[in-house]
């Protein structure tokens, strides 16, 4: 028997099971999209082109990301709301504050601040820590309000600097207990707060006690010192960032106010109280490069360790100068901070002090002197660079002492009588002080330079007389030149002697008598270093060579054409040293001074042009006798080049005008090589062998010829040009038979011109298309006999050379 319930029982029935299934399903589909999501990765879907027709979806949409994540949100909410809040309180403050009377006001006020200051700890309990944090700091604003309202009601007769310093004060200790507070103690606004509060109090309180510029500056240092502790000394993340930006910035302020108090200081009494200031910032940054001093300086610790120390001992350093400075001369106040600045390197000595320290102070120091060289620097570069007036002043007089002598166009810098002293004070601590091995050799060399520059510049600062300042430049050229022998790094000591030689014959040209009587001595001095430094000295021991042969001539009275005939001494000493050291190193640079000092007498040579022929023979015969080396081969070319250009001036200073007279002193010689080049190798080239000869004179006479008027010379050019082309022929050369062919054509042209203009103007007109049309007819008929005589033509001509 079946048993069927009632239609509203079988209608719940089945609605309960649709229910289920519907339940089922979706729990089947959420897994189902989860298991496609995590198996995406590995099996990447394969697209054919029916998923490229239909793509489909696999699952519903996930819900777009968002764009701004729910604490940050939180924040800008929370930040908004304490300012509009505050906003609101000055508001209240400011304007609507007259419209309640004291007892109002007092209730108002601190009903809300109180508030304000105890709602942090319920939102604490409950987890709502951004929220209680931004109460607190509407909290702690309110208290600031608080302390402007105070000063309008209840304080109004007291000074504006003392109340601010004491109500800052006063919110300092007050934000500081409130954040130490037990449970309050998780807030991390407060104690950065009142750390930026503890920045006014000593400031104003300089100002309301009328302190003056050295209370307010004390007042800055003392605020930094203390940011400085609490940075070194504090825990809290928040705290230590705001301590060390008080730190540098208000003791930024304040080195910067107490340096300007060292620098206006009139008197000794304001100098040292500025000096006190810089020593007590010196003293607060060594105590913070000490206490956060790193194991490297590879390290943040390290770095600012560092930082810190050389800091310091730049600011003693100007404290302890800036005391002296009042009570020394003007040109004593940079070797007073130099001999403060050598004196922290004592620090290299003191173990107790920690490594990055002692290099911070050893950096200090490094800096000090590098400040002091380049206040001596322009000195040194007018004693160097001042002789170069003297160039255009050649034997104007003999000045009276050595500052003269080389300020001719430049100012001399004042203050600078103790410009040496600096100079050998850093060269004594390069010379000494450097003891590690990689530093060693390039503090060496620093040292000689600043001994060098040193003794360059005495004769000039302390104006002695010129002959003497003469004789300590010769002097310092000889000892830089003797240290470039006996030194192993040479290179300083040689580059230094070789500017000095240079400058020393500048100053020099002054005088008639110290010109000859320097180069003279520069010449022997070099040429005497040149058995152990023969690359650099010799060739300048030639260079001074021909100076000094310039000079004689001018003293002996010669014109400069004459003395390039004793300028040309040098190049031939030049070319028997060269030969005489062979395959030295040496050989080049002396060949390259004899190179220039040969150009130097063509050049002085050039204004006469009977002596210009002499000096270029000579030039020639000095090449002639290089070009003998094996080596040197190639001179050759140079020395006919020269020998030409020789002949050709001799030849412009008779007014010989005639082309060939140039041109047949190259053209016999160049076929005479040819011929012989042509006889050694029988299968060189009649262009290479002939061409060049010939071309040089016929070309040029063909040109001559086309202009001249008169008979002679096309007559003679074409017997010339007749020759050689029987000569060609005769020897089966082509460069003969073509060149003198072409030009014996040209000649005939240039001849039979005026006579074929004569016959065609007595011509009826119709004679030239006549004669045209017989030749055309001509050549055709002979077409076949012209093309077998052109290939014995060619044929011929192939078989020549």
Sequence with gaps: MTHTPPPAEELRLLDAELWQLDARRAQLLARRAWLIAALQPHRPQRRTWQTWQAPQQTGPAGPPRPEASAPSVQN?????????????????????WGHLGITGRSLVLGAVTAAALVAPLPLLRRGLRSTAESVAGLGLAL????????????????????????????????????????????????????????????????IAADAGSYGLTAALLVTAGCDTFVALRTTPGSVRVVAAIGAYGVGAWGVLAAGWLTWTASGPSAAARAAALLLLASAIALTAAWQVDGPDRSTPAGGRSVGLAVTSGLLAVAALGGVARPVLPESWTVPAHLAFGIALLAALRLDRLPATVRRGLAWASGAVQAIALLWALPVVGVVVLGPLAWASRAWAGAPSDARTAVTVDVTWPPHAETAPLVLVAVAAVLALAVRETTWRPRALEGALGLAWASALILPAVLELPYPAGLVIEGAVTTAALTAAMFLRRRLTALLLALSTSASLALLALASQTATLVVLGGLVALFAAASWRLAPFTAPAALVHGAALACATGAAAGWSPAHTALLVLVVPAVAALLAWRLGDSSATVPVEAAGAAAGVLAIALAGTDLPLLATVLALCAVITAGTAIRADRRAVGYASAVLFVLAAWVRLAAWDVSAPEAYTLPVTIPALLVGALRHRRDPRTSSWTAYAPGLAATLVPSLLAAWGDSHWTRPLLLGLAALLVTLAGARHHLQAPLLLGGA???????????????????ALPRWVPPALAGLLLLALGATYERRLRDARRMRDFLGNMR
């Design 76 to 96: 800008v909410l929370l930040v908004l709301g304490g300012v509009l809040l505050t906003v609101a309180a000055m508001v209240f403050t400011l304007v609507s």
């Design 743 to 761: 030009v014996l054509l040209l000649d005939a042209l240039h001849e039979l011109a005026p006579y074929l203009v004569q016959v065609t103007d």
């Design 143 to 206: 208290t600031v309000l608080d302390a402007v309202a105070l000063h309008g009601a209840v304080f109004p007769e007291s000074a504006g600097a003392p109340y601010t310093a004491v109500a800052s004060a006063l919110l300092a200790g007050l934000w500081t207990a409130y954040g130490l507070l037990p449970r309050l103690s998780e807030l991390r606004l407060p104690r950065p707060a009142a750390l930026v509060a503890a920045q006014l109090p000593l400031f104003f309180w300089a």
